[in-house]
């Protein structure tokens, strides 16, 4: 089970870190994604990154403002939300799997494990 956390309210402008771990298994040589979702709509994917290598991906819309890493020894996930605009208020979720290929990495239907989602607002 993935527990996601770190959400809350914060300014335009502003920073907000979220996590991500696992309790009771590691992360490791899992595929972590983060997906948002605005209400009425279906989860987006917003960054990823491959615990094999450490590839990461971005949404183009958060590319230059986010950024995620890991911490191995912890297995935790985290993404790094600069200079947040009010557009990125959602409620913010993780995901893991450990299967995907790399053309599927993107979609949320394709992961097995999510945490509770932790909400985000962003303040204009």
């Known amino acids: 089970q993935l527990q996601a956390s770190g959400g809350g309210l914060v300014q335009a402008g502003g920073s907000l870190r979220l996590s991500c771990a696992a309790s009771g298994r590691t992360l490791s040589g899992y595929t972590v994604g983060w997906f948002r979702q605005y209400p009425g709509k279906e989860r987006e994917f917003v960054a990823v990154i491959r615990w094999m290598g450490g590839y990461k991906y971005y949404a183009d819309s958060v590319k230059g403002r986010f950024t995620i890493s890991r911490v191995n020894a912890k297995s935790a996930i985290f993404l790094q939300m600069n200079n947040v605009k009010p557009e990125d208020t959602a409620v913010y979720y993780c995901?893991?799997?450990?299967?995907?290929?790399?053309?599927?990495?993107?979609?949320?239907?394709?992961?097995?494990?999510w945490g509770q989602g932790t909400q985000v607002t962003v303040s204009s």
């Open positions: 995901a893991a799997d450990r299967s995907l290929i790399a053309s599927s990495i993107y979609d949320a239907p394709n992961y097995d494990y």
